[in-house]
């Protein structure tokens, strides 16, 4: 599973994901936690926090971010935020946390992708981010992103789906 460590960090999606189908490029689904109609991608995260500078695991406005050294989202005014996901051990999790995203239908289509943006500052030796993306149903192995790092801005991760895929979900 993709999974982000414990320790004090601060991580920001820009999660704009969508799925692209060639050759017009139009989109599938979207999930760029506006809470608008537009984001038709639905997600359940494993967990979800906001205890200001002491954790959080929610959608962060740029207007109001729930401790200082947030940036702001890529797109739009909201992103998906985390910060010390232990939470000082009140109610995060000692372990990791996943935002899983809803197996979308694309059978039919061709040349899909899967995109998403994030960022993340402050990342030490036990901290990282991964996707894993689900085909039908089943997991297409973990990808770590970022480890022991810090982003250089936004960055873009894409996914050639292959066209014999009829269905396609994303756990970050």
């Not at 996901?85 to 197996?103: H, I, S, V, Y």
């Amino acid at each position: 599973m993709p999974r982000r460590s414990t320790t004090g960090f601060l991580f920001a999606a820009s999660l704009l994901l969508f799925f692209a189908a060639a050759p017009a490029q139009a989109q599938v689904a979207f999930q760029g936690f506006e809470e608008s109609n537009a984001d038709d991608w639905s997600y359940t995260p494993e967990y979800n926090f906001d205890n200001g500078s002491d954790g959080s695991f929610t959608v962060v406005s740029n207007s109001n971010p729930p401790s200082s050294g947030y940036f702001d989202a890529h797109s739009g005014t909201q992103f998906w935020g985390i910060n010390d996901l232990d939470d000082e051990g009140d109610n995060g999790t000692g372990d990791f946390a996943d935002l899983t995203f809803d197996g979308i239908d694309v059978s039919g289509l061709t040349g899909v992708q899967v995109s998403f943006y994030y960022q993340a500052d402050g990342f030490d030796s036990t901290d990282e981010l991964r996707h894993e993306v689900i085909y039908d149903g089943e997991g297409q192995g973990t990808v770590t992103d970022l480890r022991d790092a810090t982003s250089d801005g936004w960055e873009q991760v894409t996914i050639d789906v292959p066209d014999t895929v009829e269905t396609v979900g994303l756990i970050l």
